[in-house]
T-cell receptor
Framework: GPKVLQIPSHQIIDMGQMVTLNCDPV?????FYWYKQILGQQMEFLVN????????KSKLFKDQFSVERPDGSYFTLKIQPTALEDSAVYFC?????????????FGHGTKLSVL | GQQVQQSPASLVLQEGENAELQCNFS?????LQWFYQRPGGSLVSLLS???GTKHTGRLTSTTVTKERRGSLHISSSQITDSGTYLC??????????FGAGTKLSVKP
């Protein structure tokens, strides 16, 4: 079936550094999402992106976070600067149509470890 | 407050038994989606329905939006069904919000 690829699968960085998480969504999908899951905890919504704009974000989407998809390439989540509490698995998802109209397809996640 | 609540938190079954997983949500939902999260973390979409009952294979999803609840029935459970089942609620055009999940263990 359709696949969402996330690169890298694991990233280790020092607190205060910048990190960019990359997502290659399903090729014809138009809506993109990031979720955060701390080990053993609930999957939390971060942000929803469409047509070059943030459509919806949660209070977890701090000022240090940003998303973009330049020229239809990777959909990225950038954290600058990182904090210890940013350690989690970040899942990217995409859908052809907007929420409530279409299933979401998820990547395998990028595990971010902030030291 | 917690928008999506799932029960039970964990469930242990013998192979061949049926499972009934519950999902309750605190506001009006447009649709419920059920996902399976593998022990390694990746998610697979199982079923998605705005209301009523939907079947696929051994899975049956029932959503009663007026009563703000849904359920996932797994018949004749298999060892490979073990993992975490997540309910996600969608409201209007907002992105899905997840519950904490039901961890299912199926024993031989």
């Amino acid at each position: 079936g359709p696949k969402v690829l996330q690169i890298p699968s694991h990233q280790i960085i020092d607190m205060g550094q910048m990190v960019t998480l990359n997502c290659d969504p399903v090729s014809n999908h138009l809506y993109f999402y990031w979720y955060k899951q701390i080990l053993g905890q609930q999957m939390e919504f971060l942000v929803n992106f469409y047509n070059g704009k943030v459509m919806e974000k949660s209070k977890l989407f701090k000022d240090q976070f940003s998303v973009e998809r330049p020229d239809g390439s990777y959909f990225t989540l950038k954290i600058q600067p990182t904090a210890l509490e940013d350690s989690a698995v970040y899942f990217c998802a995409s859908s052809l149509e907007g929420p409530s109209n279409e299933r979401l397809f998820f990547g395998h996640g990028t595990k971010l470890s902030v030291l | 407050g917690q928008q999506v609540q799932q029960s039970p938190a964990s469930l242990v079954l013998q192979e061949g038994e049926n499972a009934e997983l519950q999902c309750n949500f605190s506001s009006t939902a447009t649709r419920l989606q059920w996902f399976y999260q593998r022990p390694g973390g990746s998610l697979v979409s199982l079923l998605s329905n705005p209301s009523g009952t939907k079947h696929t294979g051994r899975l049956t999803s029932t959503t009663v939006t007026k009563e703000r609840r849904g359920s996932l029935h797994i018949s004749s459970s298999q060892i490979t069904d073990s993992g975490t089942y997540l309910c996600a609620m969608e409201r209007n055009n907002n992105a899905p919000r997840f519950g904490a999940g039901t961890k299912l263990s199926v024993k031989p």
